[in-house]
């Protein structure tokens, strides 16, 4: 009888030893990924933040030099991007997507700025623009990785497309 007490005790320790093991690594894992994921979108704003301080640098820089002058910058888009638009000519506001929701960045302009409503014509856009092409027309956003932005001076604006 003593023997069968003795391996039910080690039997009820190995138990003990496993649920405290889980106790332990359950909410350590759920900890790191919860900083992984908050980590990973702090890299996405830091993306968001690099394209329209660059936009916005780009602007200003083939604003003060003549008109017809012209430059194309490559800027990588992380896949959150929804869309990109300019408000009252002086404000682009980049809305993309995290976990928590959607969410806004908006950088403010010293000068106009406009984008071209139809790219074969090259009308360009008098109101609230927002930046073509869609690439991934389905969803709605931008297709990830490479986008070639194009920065021309016009007389009093800046007109700002996506060449391909």
Not at 12 to 23: D, K, N, P, T, V
Not at 73 to 83: K, T
Request: glycine share 6%; aromatic share 10%.
């Amino acid at each position: 009888m003593k023997r069968w007490n003795s391996t039910a005790q080690i039997s009820l320790e190995y138990l003990l030893i496993i649920g405290i093991s889980l106790a332990i690594l359950i909410p350590t894992s759920l900890f790191f990924y919860q900083y992984t994921q908050s980590s990973n979108e702090g890299v996405i704003r830091s993306q968001i933040a690099k394209i329209g301080n660059t936009m916005l640098k780009n602007s200003e820089q083939i604003y003060g030099m003549a008109e017809g002058s012209r430059v194309t910058v490559d800027m990588d888009f992380p896949a959150n991007i929804n869309s990109i638009t300019v408000l009252n000519k002086n404000e682009i506001v980049i809305q993309y997507e995290l976990s928590s929701g959607t969410s806004e960045a908006v950088f403010y302009s010293p000068v106009d700025i406009t984008t071209p409503i139809n790219l074969s014509t090259n009308a360009t856009c008098t109101g609230n623009c927002t930046l073509l092409p869609w690439t991934n027309s389905t969803l709605g956003t931008f297709a990830e990785g490479l986008h070639h932005i194009k920065f021309e001076s016009e007389t009093s604006f800046v007109l700002m497309s996506i060449t391909s």
